[in-house]
Nanobody, 125 residues
Framework: DVQLQASGGGLVQAGGSLGLSCAASGFTFDDYAIGWFRQAPGKEREGVSYINNSDDSTSYADSVKGRFTISSDNAKNTVYLQMNSLKPEDTAVYYC??????????????????WGQGTQVTVSS
């Protein structure tokens, strides 16, 4: 069975840091990119970052560039999102998803084949 297990969310003050993890199983990790999306109440799901597991190429939304860093441990089939200098507007449920690496995108969540269950990130002002 395919599984994406997201973890690491929580409550942090503005300016603080959090790290998220996405552990994948049930598919060939190197054939996919793993992306992080987020969804705040009343808003559409927004792409944050993705990493291509075959060559470690990455992409970031403008809103998180310079603050968030995505990385991958292929031996553990796990992708990490380190979030620094957090802002209240980063508050959302964060989801990790898997997309066939040639179709990796931050603007089309519908391209993603598998999703994790989401983890809440709350940044207080």
């Amino acid at each position: 069975d395919v599984q994406l297990q997201a973890s690491g969310g929580g409550l942090v003050q503005a300016g603080g840091s959090l790290g998220l993890s996405c552990a994948a199983s049930g598919f060939t990790f190197d054939d996919y990119a793993i992306g992080w999306f987020r969804q705040a109440p009343g808003k559409e799901r927004e792409g944050v970052s993705y990493i291509n597991n075959s060559d470690d190429s990455t992409s970031y939304a403008d809103s998180v560039k310079g603050r968030f860093t995505i990385s991958s441990d292929n031996a553990k089939n796990t992708v990490y999102l380190q979030m620094n200098s957090l802002k209240p507007e980063d508050t959302a449920v964060y989801y990790c998803g898997a997309v066939v690496r040639m179709m990796a995108t931050l603007i089309q969540p519908a391209f993603y084949s598998y999703w994790g269950q989401g983890t809440q990130v709350t940044v207080s002002s």
